[in-house]
């Protein structure tokens, strides 16, 4: 079965810099679109940025500028670098998988990011 793991979370300072990063298993990572997505304590899970199998990625308006959502294919590979973070960039972010062909979803279990002094 598919597998994503996420990695690269922690405790942060405001203005710091996080790299998340997710590993696909199962060799299907190029046919599928991948976001991140994250949810903050009492909050609902939100998108954070997506990125197809081509084409341009697309980010959520408070994280623009900031963050970037990047692929590696050939390594099954999945980041985000987060810059210049913010308290209310604390949540644990989660990776996902969409595989078209199938029309079938993927969730890895979280990564934890607090941006705190």
């Known amino acids: 079965q598919v597998q994503l793991v996420e990695s690269g979370g922690g405790l942060v300072q405001p203005g710091g810099s996080l790299r998340l990063s997710c590993a696909a298993s199962r060799g299907i990572f190029s046919s599928s679109a991948m976001g991140w997505y994250r949810q903050a304590p009492g909050k609902q899970r939100e998108l954070v940025a997506v990125?197809?199998?081509?084409?341009?990625?697309n980010y959520a308006d408070s994280v623009k500028g900031r963050f970037t959502i990047s692929r590696d294919n050939a390594k099954n590979t999945l980041y985000l670098q987060m810059n210049s973070l913010k308290p209310e960039d604390t949540a644990v972010y989660y990776c996902h998988s969409h595989l078209s062909v199938f029309n079938i979803d993927y969730w890895g279990q979280g990564t934890e990011v607090t941006v705190s002094s």
């Open positions: 990125i197809p199998t081509s084409g341009s990625a």
